[in-house]
């Protein structure tokens, strides 16, 4: 029998129906071409290249490319770790947005450029160059990478479109000169709403989960450890990837980030962020953020903040086996990793430290029953007795020695997690364990993620 002839349908709602198919499908088409075809780095004028640990600089990197694309001229974004000579050959001009991390070094995402690119002088004379450095006061090395961008534009002979600009912990003041030095190069600021702006979270509990700590001539600079869980605002429980932030919002303007402990979850009824702050106290006064976070009264304050990408420290690649390292508040980082690893069944290992007096407290009780329950392979706690005399973490990553070496094999991941002195520490003492090749690899590979503070 051979094929019916096609004949058109002359009923009118069924016309109409397919009139509105064909319209949802071709705005669903420019959408997906509007969401998935970014300008071509070889067709772009402009490159805005950015070097993030936690994302801030890639927020304000994309808001920069944003800014620029609205002036008519075609922009691309680009991670430092991407950017090649043929990229900067290609391009008129190149905006940095460069934070800082350790003694300023260049975050993850910026260490190969960092390696290979800057570590030479550039042909940049025909290049118009522009930098924002971010960093903090309270560290040595402030602004740090941001610096040596700087400086190698200038050596390279790029002709510089405004002085560097620096900005300390995110001060409004500090980044409203870099919009009047990009309104000034002929960019002006963008109208319309913030894309993400922050929301009013309810405090839904709070409850110290280790003591106070002092410094060895005995005074007071931590009031203790808090877990504290904030519900979201009405509406569809908001999303999140493992490594994510909590970007804090104080009355008073300052702006601090704090790892989400908690793993999303789609029930409206269970979403809660968790957070494990440390309430820092320096000279008697209270953190910004910590105090206004730990001051706060379960089930009736609200606090201002968002969730926030933290790209460089989402789950390290691969399925291998994972060892996970941190101290005190750091905890909260390394907490939903193992959580994700164990329920996928992937072989986890944990060193942990923190003061003595903790050892049977709250915080240690969770890691313990993982272990009683067989979902932590090993378990190591380095329990300070204060003095600074330990022990510590990089001493559990010694004494574990080979067994280190045996777990992770070729394919193991590493987590680190918690102040910046441990961290590098712990570095140090897994390069010269597992040798700084298997280090470089995993960092390069994605396989090692760390976040220090």
Known sequence: MGEAPFRLNADPAAWAIAAMLVAAWALFTLWMLRKRAPVPVGAARNLVVHASQTGQATDIA?????RIEASGEPCALVEANQLTPAMIAQADRLFFVASTTGEGEAPDNARRFADRLLAEDADLATKQVAVLALGDRRYPAFCGFGRSIDAWARRSGADMLFTLVEVDDLARADLAA???RLTGAGYPRRTGPAPETAQRWRVAS???????????????????????????????PPLWEVGDLFELRTPGGHVR??????LPDARPEACEIVLFVRRVVDKGVVGHGSGHLTDAEAGATTVMGRIRTHRSFHPPTGAGPLLAIGAGSGWAGLRPHLLLAMGRGQRCALIFGERAGEEHGPLLAEMRQWQVDRRLERLGFALSQGGGNGPYVQHVIARWGDDIRAFLGGEGR??????M??????LTALSGLLGRDWIDSALEDGRLRRDFY
């Open 62 to 66: 994309e808001q920069t490319q944003l």
């Open 178 to 180: 870099w919009d009047a």
């Open 206 to 236: 709070r409850e110290r989960v280790a003591e106070p700590v002092r410094n060895p001539q005995g005074g007071l600079c931590s009031d203790g450890l808090y877990r504290i869980a904030l519900r979201p605002p009405e509406g569809p």
């Open 257 to 262: 980030d704090y790892s989400i402990a908690s």
């Open 414 to 419: 590493i987590l680190l997690c918690g102040h």
């Open 421 to 426: 002195a441990m961290g590098e520490q712990c």
